[in-house]
């Protein structure tokens, strides 16, 4: 369970105890205010605050007095200007706060985005629950063949329940450990909590607050949410892309449009589109591509 049930108290109580506010209100980020959105087995992203919504954007952008807001259609054009552009701080006027409780993995990759506020659970200070993210069999992927870093066919049968003891056993008894040599008693004093997590493995759950503003964020679910990503954290950028299509909606549809589903070319493929619009037939060795990026912009143009 992502949350245990004081835990869930809690968020019960903070929302239903709304409050008056002069400040801008996106309406689809407050059905998520607070609510955790399970990731994996026992993980969660939830926002816990959020600065401005669309109308901020263009807000920011005519550096107004007031909303800012000339008529939706209007904003809806500006915001989508402003992503085409890569006229990007306007976005940076929107700030999010969430709670993420992640494997240590994931989080090792999730904290090379350098542009955001991080503040995590000490294992220094507190002792780490017994919570170790265990595929489920259908992510549970032998090594690409094609792909260094990237997974191929689903493991089946005797292999896959192979892996998943293994992986179930060493975690228990990697936490058991941890216990035995925190713990105080007559006959040992206990090692202190900062040294006795080093024995624990890389898929037991941490958790933080990650604060980032919408352009870095945006940047981040370009990387995270595409299909190259790893799919444990592909799953987190996923949640986080429908609680930001909520938040503000016209943003993220630029986003999507020009971003997301877009794809950039190169000189070399650009020439090769026009050469092939003229008839030619063009190929890896006259289009000036290595192999790779020709096979990459195969993919997308056939
Ligand atoms: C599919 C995938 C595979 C990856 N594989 C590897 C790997 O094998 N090994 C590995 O080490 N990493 C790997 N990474 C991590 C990757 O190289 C980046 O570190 C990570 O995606 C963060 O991106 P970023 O620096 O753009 O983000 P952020 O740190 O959020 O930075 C956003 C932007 O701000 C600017 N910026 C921020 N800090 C600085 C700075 N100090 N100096 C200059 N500009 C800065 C840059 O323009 C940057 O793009 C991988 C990432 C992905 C998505």
Redesign the pocket.
């Known amino acids: 369970m992502p949350v245990t049930p004081e835990q869930q108290a809690e968020i019960d109580a903070l929302r239903e105890a709304p409050r008056e506010t002069l400040r801008t209100v996106s309406e689809g980020m407050e059905r998520h205010l607070y609510v955790p959105h399970q990731v994996l087995d026992h993980g969660f992203v939830r926002v816990v605050d959020y600065m401005g919504d669309d109308a901020a954007i263009c807000q920011a952008a005519r550096v107004s007095y007031g909303r800012g807001t000339k008529s939706v259609q209007n904003d809806e054009g500006l915001i989508r200007y402003l992503m085409r552009h890569w006229h990007s701080t306007p976005f940076e006027m929107c700030e999010v706060k969430f709670h993420v409780k992640l494997p240590v993995f994931v989080a090792r ?1 999730w904290i ?5 506020n991080v503040n995590e659970y000490s294992a220094r200070y507190s002792i780490l629950d017994r919570e170790f993210y265990i595929p489920a069999p259908e992510h549970l992927a032998a090594q690409s063949g094609v792909n260094n ?1 990237g997974r191929g066919e689903v493991l089946q049968g005797e292999e896959a329940q192979r892996v998943l003891n293994l992986l179930r056993e060493d975690a228990m008894r990697s936490y058991d450990h941890y216990e035995a040599m925190l713990a105080q008693d007559d006959n040992q004093q206990g090692l202190a909590r900062e040294l006795a997590r080093m024995n624990l493995p890389a898929n037991i759950y941490t958790q933080w607050y990650w604060k ?1 503003d919408l352009h ?1 964020l945006l ?2 679910l370009r ?2 949410a ?1 299909a ?3 799919y444990e ?1 592909r799953a987190y950028a996923d949640a986080m892309c429908r609680i930001a299509a909520d938040w503000v909606p016209a943003a993220f549809a630029a986003f999507r449009d020009y971003r997301m589903d877009a794809v950039s070319l190169s000189a070399q493929a650009v020439a090769a589109l026009k050469r092939r619009l003229a008839g030619e037939v063009v190929t890896q060795e006259n289009s000036g591509m290595a192999a790779r990026e020709w096979r990459e912009f195969q993919e997308v143009w056939g």
């Open positions: 990759q090379r985005h350098r542009t955001a870093q980032v870095n940047h981040f990387l995270r595409d190259h990503a790893q954290i």
